[in-house]
């Protein structure tokens, strides 16, 4: 049997142990390189739940257009101690995208919170745009059909956001253009400001300096509202009802986290979402905040598969 010195000696380790095993930090995985739009809004998060959450630790886990670090998420202890992030490409385009996939972006998580949203833009070189007489969307849509492949668009790659963007714009639209994939968002912005192409669905943050700087010429943001970035170019669904794409990331666990966990988390994060200090922030980005209740932002991202797949399936994109 054990001492009553020995108990006493136990019971003071225990002790000192308790604050250590409370302050055991968060950790989110960022499914992305540091520094794009995704890291700076979850930096800027954790900074904000620190004093109900305790310490944060970001780690970006890139690679297989997100799917390595979403896939460590869904492989984490259910603690609640290791978040990670859902996008509209982890969680909406890949499961259609790729052949094989590393998890089930549907039962594999614990939905938490949707973060923010951003628009996109239809943008079109403004030479190309005064070349063929195009002012607005009406234009675009005018000369698209008039001349099927004559005019091309640009993306970061097969599969990506702004092709599919571009596939849904065609089938909306009744229209035929051309696909022009490059390796990565940022050649495909050079191409159409060289005007190697004649106009891409870009996103609203990457497109901003070059429309204000007069080089690209916006048609329509892809929002279900005028943005405030823009406030004189309309939403495309005005002109063609029904089509919103927006760029959206939020907050997960892995599966089996428990309610009252999920619900703790929930509780801190769209806190700091709804503080003005973090909304200024976020529109810097041209992000909106979106907090919302764990079944919402799981029925969305349900929502948002159902809606990417007879997409991806017509464009034919594949990743083996």
Same mark, same amino acid.
């Given at each position: 049997?054990?001492t009553q010195?020995?108990?006493?000696?136990? $019971?003071?380790?225990v002790?000192?142990?308790?604050p250590?095993l409370a302050?055991?930090?968060?950790r989110?995985?960022v499914?992305?390189? !540091? *520094? +794009? &739009?995704?890291d700076? =809004?979850?930096?800027?998060?954790?900074?904000?739940?620190?004093?109900s959450?305790?310490?944060i @630790?970001i780690e970006?886990? %890139? *690679?297989?257009g997100?799917n390595?670090g979403v896939?460590? @998420? !869904?492989?984490?202890?259910?603690? +609640?101690?290791?978040?990670?992030?859902?996008?509209?490409a982890?969680h909406?385009?890949?499961?259609?995208?790729?052949?094989?996939m590393p998890f089930d972006a549907?039962k594999?998580?614990? &939905? /938490?919170?949707?973060?923010?949203?951003? &628009?996109?833009?239809?943008v079109?070189?403004?030479d190309t745009?005064?070349?063929?007489? /195009?002012q607005?969307?009406?234009d675009? /849509?005018? #000369?698209a059909?008039a001349?099927?492949g004559?005019?091309?668009?640009?993306s970061?790659?097969n *599969?990506?956001?702004g092709h599919?963007a +571009?596939?849904m714009?065609?089938?909306?639209?009744?229209?035929?253009?051309v696909?022009?994939p490059?390796?990565g968002?940022?050649?495909?912005?050079f191409? $159409?400001l060289? +005007?190697q192409?004649?106009?891409?669905i870009?996103?609203?943050a990457? !497109?901003?300096?070059?429309?204000?700087?007069g080089r690209l010429?916006?048609?329509?943001?892809?929002?279900?509202?005028?943005s405030? #970035?823009?406030p004189?170019v %309309?939403?495309?669904?005005d002109y063609? &009802?029904?089509?919103?794409?927006d760029?959206?990331w939020? $907050? /997960?666990?892995?599966?089996g986290?428990?309610?009252? #966990?999920v619900?703790?988390l929930?509780?801190?994060?769209?806190?700091a979402?709804n503080?003005?200090?973090?909304?200024?922030?976020?529109a810097? $980005?041209?992000a909106?905040? =979106?907090?919302s209740? %764990?079944?919402?932002f799981?029925r969305?991202?349900?929502q948002e598969?159902?809606?990417y797949e007879p997409?991806?399936? !017509?464009?034919?994109?594949?990743v083996?």
């Open positions: 049997m054990l010195r020995y108990r006493l000696a136990l $019971l003071s380790l002790m000192l142990a308790a250590v302050q055991q930090p968060t989110i995985i499914p992305y390189a !540091a *520094g +794009g &739009p995704i700076i =809004t979850v930096r800027a998060l954790a900074e904000r739940v620190r004093d959450l305790g310490p @630790v970006n886990r %890139p *690679g297989a997100g390595l896939s460590l @998420v !869904a492989k984490a202890a259910a603690d +609640g101690k290791t978040l990670g992030i859902a996008a509209t982890t909406a385009i890949n499961p259609w995208l790729f052949e094989r549907g594999d998580f614990a &939905p /938490i919170t949707q973060m923010v949203r951003v &628009p996109n833009v239809l079109i070189n403004t745009a005064q070349r063929l007489g /195009i607005n969307i009406a675009f /849509i005018k #000369v059909k001349n099927p004559r005019l091309n668009f640009g970061g790659g *599969g990506s956001a599919l +571009g596939e714009l065609k089938r909306a639209g009744g229209i035929y253009a696909h022009i490059y390796n968002a940022a050649p495909a912005q191409g $159409l060289s +005007g192409v004649d106009f891409n870009d996103n609203l990457s !497109a901003a300096a070059n429309i204000k700087s010429k916006a048609l329509a943001v892809t929002s279900a509202q005028r405030p #970035v823009l004189d %309309p939403p495309l669904h063609l &009802p029904g089509l919103i794409i760029t959206w939020g $907050l /997960i666990a892995p599966a986290t428990p309610a009252e #966990v619900n703790r929930n509780q801190a994060f769209t806190a979402l503080s003005p200090e973090l909304r200024q922030r976020f810097a $980005l041209m909106e905040p =979106t907090p209740a %764990p079944e919402a799981g969305f991202m349900q598969r159902q809606r997409v991806v399936k !017509a464009s034919g994109a594949k083996d």
